[in-house]
């Protein structure tokens, strides 16, 4: 039977197309049945529940930063693991069916999508509404479905493609080297052969001078290269957090255990997420 991945959807998402690219080029299973969620919750609940093997969420976007809700729900609510890491690159585009862009006076998109094209929007539809929609694609749908006249949607050439809704200005984007990191998750860890990257959730001890130096001493010890180090609130009081970390390192955790012993002496606890792969994908024919 084919395994069953949930995807932030509609169709036409970017993290749709992250489970097409994961499917088609980095994965020896040869059946998947793609199933979209409306809302990054219920891909991670779909996850921890069993009623799919696997879910791709986005987690970090390299101008707006962390998905909030990717890294809250692995902190707090769900036990689940990475079990690898996409990389995309992230195009916006503007759609609509109004001809004159004096004309646009409302534009939904993804909350990222916006924070992303915040520029453009400011420099040239500054009077008009801004509307938050769950994903891009589901902002594109919405637009070729009810076909508003003065809406537009910033989206991608796949939603564009797959909608066929017109594309009035490409390339909208504020920056020009745009990523985004999605992860694929599943309910059991799962070690792999040739792991390049390990995160952790810390929960750090009281506050106090030199608590986050400690910790990260731990990893300096043993020469581990950091690639995120970021606070996240605790959700107890106003003031305390915890932390995310990523390292870099091609051992699986099963050969850090040293590590993990100092770590122990430093912190309340901590939560291992994986050690796993990153895949890195180029697409040449995007626009």
């Known amino acids: 039977m084919p395994k069953t991945l949930a995807y932030l959807g509609p169709e036409g998402t970017f993290t749709h197309q992250a489970a097409q690219i994961f499917t088609t080029h980095y994965t020896t299973d040869s059946a998947y049945k793609l199933l979209p969620c409306p809302d990054i919750p219920e891909v991670m609940e779909a996850v921890a529940q069993g009623t799919v093997e696997q879910g791709i ?3 970090e976007n390299s101008i707006a930063g962390t998905v909030n809700i990717t890294a809250d729900l692995l902190a707090h609510e769900l036990n689940l693991f990475i079990q690898g890491e996409i990389v995309l690159d992230i195009t916006h585009h503007l759609l609509s069916f109004t001809p004159d862009l004096a004309q646009i006076h ?3 998109s993804h909350p990222q999508a916006l924070a992303q094209c915040r520029h453009f929007l400011k420099n040239h539809l500054p009077h008009a509404t801004i509307l938050k929609k769950e994903s891009t694609a589901e902002a594109v ?3 070729k479905e009810e076909k508003q006249t003065g809406t537009a949607a910033i989206g991608s050439l796949a939603s564009h493609l797959h909608y066929q809704v017109p594309i009035k200005y490409w390339h909208i984007g504020d920056f020009p080297h745009n990523q985004t990191r999605f992860l ?3 309910k059991n860890p799962l070690p792999h052969p040739n792991p390049q990257k390990t995160s952790l959730i810390v929960f750090p001890q009281a506050n106090r001078p030199g608590q986050l130096y400690e910790i990260l001493g731990v990893f300096a010890k043993y020469k581990l ?3 995120k180090v970021e606070s996240r609130p605790d959700k ?3 003031g305390s957090y915890l932390f995310l970390i990523d390292y870099e390192s091609t051992l699986p955790s099963s050969k850090l255990q040293p590590v ?4 122990k002496k430093v912190t309340i606890s901590y939560k291992n997420l994986g050690s796993y792969p990153v895949y890195r994908y180029k697409d040449k024919s995007n626009h």
């Open 184 to 186: 694929l998750l599943e």
């Open 236 to 238: 107890k009081e106003l």
């Open 106 to 108: 409302t534009v939904i």
């Open 141 to 143: 749908r919405l637009l």
């Open 225 to 227: 290269n950091l690639c």
């Open 260 to 263: 993990f012993l100092e770590l």
């Open 57 to 59: 969420v986005p987690a």
